[in-house]
């Protein structure tokens, strides 16, 4: 067989044979990576921190009144929601023992006087005598033993003045102590404020709450007047917080409405809870309350702004991998690659970038997408920016 009829033959199902190979392999290979760019852009990014665990709006002034001793309520002034003023009589238990101990006491104390006024009327009279026994003395119309017993009676007449004096001191005590008695059975609002919770009913027997034990209180009374955060915030950050920086405050309650303040105050000590992280509180006060109304026990986010620079090359913070690297397509062969980058300070939305990138380069944003990994074809998305 000579040549001709050879390249006839076998040319052409070489050819046929290469062209099946090449379209199984070109629809084969790997489709390229869609993948969402972000223009390297100038901004200002902040240094912040945010609490570890939801805050909560507290109010400056709360208190859950409990009587110092248990008894029946006898009389309940208030319902839960009722504004009440400063010294306005909340609850009070029946003490009608202590009432009649009391109008004994004052009876007593009624008797004293009275006592007071008959033996010191004497006592007056009997020194009076003395006198005049002394100055008939001097003249020698009396004895000198004579003198000596007027005297003596004066003195003694004084001295039970004295102490029927005394028993009126004594009676007043205990009246005074009746009072003190009947003041564990009350409670009175120690400030202006809204009556919050009320644990039992008009008959009811109310406990208090003793040490270690943590009874309900009868009352829970707060100032809706003055409100501010109370947050936690990872023991790792509390050195960098200090009172007077400013604050971003968030409200699961009013999402669209957010709010600015400052720190008013930094726990002196970490709290540790089982099964937690270590925190330190942290106190905000508003700037201006929100204009819906706050409510005590609303849960709240704070960031707080420890520093901040202006017009930097910025980054968005989720596109950064650990170890300070980005990802960029590159436009000539199409494939993503790795970029080492320098960075300054960051939030959770932005990182500046000292080193590595310039204004208008393309980073990948999208590293979740499956198949995003150094190496692989890529191509934008229409969502790039």
């Given at each position: 067989m000579n040549t001709s009829i050879f390249l006839r033959r076998v040319l052409p199902a070489a050819?046929?044979?290469?062209?099946?190979?090449?379209?199984?392999?070109?629809?084969?290979?790997?489709?390229?990576?869609?993948?969402?760019?972000?223009?390297?852009?100038?901004?200002?990014?902040?240094?912040?921190?945010?609490?570890?665990?939801?805050?909560?709006?507290?109010a400056c002034l709360r208190t859950r009144l409990s009587t110092i001793m248990g008894g029946r309520i006898e009389f309940l002034g208030v319902k839960?929601?009722?504004?009440?003023?400063?010294?306005q009589l909340l609850l009070k238990l029946w003490n009608d023992d202590q009432k009649a101990q009391q109008t004994l006491a004052e009876a007593q104390r009624g008797s004293a006087v009275q006592r007071v006024k008959e033996v010191c009327t004497t006592a007056a009279s009997s020194l009076r005598e003395a006198e005049r026994q002394t100055s008939l003395r001097g003249r020698g119309f009396v004895s000198v033993a004579k003198e000596d017993a007027a005297r003596s009676e004066a003195d003694a007449r004084r001295a039970v003045c004295d102490t029927a004096r005394a028993d009126i001191v004594q009676a007043d005590a205990r009246i005074r102590v009746t009072r003190v008695e009947q003041g564990r059975m009350v409670l009175y609002a120690p400030f202006d404020g809204t009556v919050a919770k009320i644990?039992?009913?008009?008959?009811?027997?109310?406990?208090?709450?003793?040490?270690?034990?943590?009874t309900p209180p009868a009352i829970d009374l707060i100032d809706e007047s003055c409100l501010y955060i109370k947050a936690p915030m990872d023991e790792i950050d509390a050195p960098k917080i200090k009172a007077g920086l400013p604050v971003r405050v968030?409200?699961?309650?009013?999402?669209?409405?957010?709010?600015?303040?400052?720190?008013?105050?930094?726990?002196?000590?970490?709290?540790?809870?089982?099964k937690q992280a270590r925190t330190v509180d942290v106190e905000v006060d508003f700037d201006k309350p929100a204009s819906g109304g706050l409510l005590v026990g609303y849960s709240a986010d704070v960031e707080i702004v420890l520093g901040g620079h202006q017009n930097v090359l910025r980054v968005p913070?989720?596109?950064?991998?650990?170890?300070?690297?980005?990802?960029?397509?590159?436009?000539?062969?199409?494939?993503?690659?790795?970029?080492?980058?320098?960075?300054?300070?960051a939030n959770w939305e932005f990182t500046e970038?000292?080193?590595?990138?310039?204004?208008?380069?393309?980073?990948?944003?999208?590293?979740?997408?499956e198949g995003v990994k150094v190496g692989a074809r890529a191509t934008a998305d229409d969502k790039s920016k």
């Amino acid at each position: 067989m000579n040549t001709s009829i050879f390249l006839r033959r076998v040319l052409p199902a070489a050819l046929v044979i290469l062209l099946v190979i090449g379209g199984f392999v070109w629809s084969t290979r790997a489709k390229p990576v869609v993948v969402v760019l972000k223009t390297v852009d100038r901004g200002n990014v902040e240094s912040t921190v945010v609490n570890t665990r939801a805050g909560s709006v507290e109010a400056c002034l709360r208190t859950r009144l409990s009587t110092i001793m248990g008894g029946r309520i006898e009389f309940l002034g208030v319902k839960e929601g009722d504004k009440v003023k400063k010294g306005q009589l909340l609850l009070k238990l029946w003490n009608d023992d202590q009432k009649a101990q009391q109008t004994l006491a004052e009876a007593q104390r009624g008797s004293a006087v009275q006592r007071v006024k008959e033996v010191c009327t004497t006592a007056a009279s009997s020194l009076r005598e003395a006198e005049r026994q002394t100055s008939l003395r001097g003249r020698g119309f009396v004895s000198v033993a004579k003198e000596d017993a007027a005297r003596s009676e004066a003195d003694a007449r004084r001295a039970v003045c004295d102490t029927a004096r005394a028993d009126i001191v004594q009676a007043d005590a205990r009246i005074r102590v009746t009072r003190v008695e009947q003041g564990r059975m009350v409670l009175y609002a120690p400030f202006d404020g809204t009556v919050a919770k009320i644990v039992g009913e008009l008959g009811e027997y109310s406990t208090p709450s003793p040490p270690g034990v943590p009874t309900p209180p009868a009352i829970d009374l707060i100032d809706e007047s003055c409100l501010y955060i109370k947050a936690p915030m990872d023991e790792i950050d509390a050195p960098k917080i200090k009172a007077g920086l400013p604050v971003r405050v968030s409200l699961d309650a009013l999402p669209k409405q957010p709010l600015q303040g400052k720190v008013r105050r930094v726990a002196p000590y970490v709290s540790a809870v089982e099964k937690q992280a270590r925190t330190v509180d942290v106190e905000v006060d508003f700037d201006k309350p929100a204009s819906g109304g706050l409510l005590v026990g609303y849960s709240a986010d704070v960031e707080i702004v420890l520093g901040g620079h202006q017009n930097v090359l910025r980054v968005p913070t989720a596109a950064l991998i650990e170890g300070s690297r980005v990802m960029v397509l590159n436009a000539d062969s199409g494939k993503l690659e790795e970029r080492k980058v320098k960075t300054g300070i960051a939030n959770w939305e932005f990182t500046e970038i000292v080193e590595g990138l310039a204004e208008g380069e393309r980073i990948v944003i999208s590293l979740e997408r499956e198949g995003v990994k150094v190496g692989a074809r890529a191509t934008a998305d229409d969502k790039s920016k």
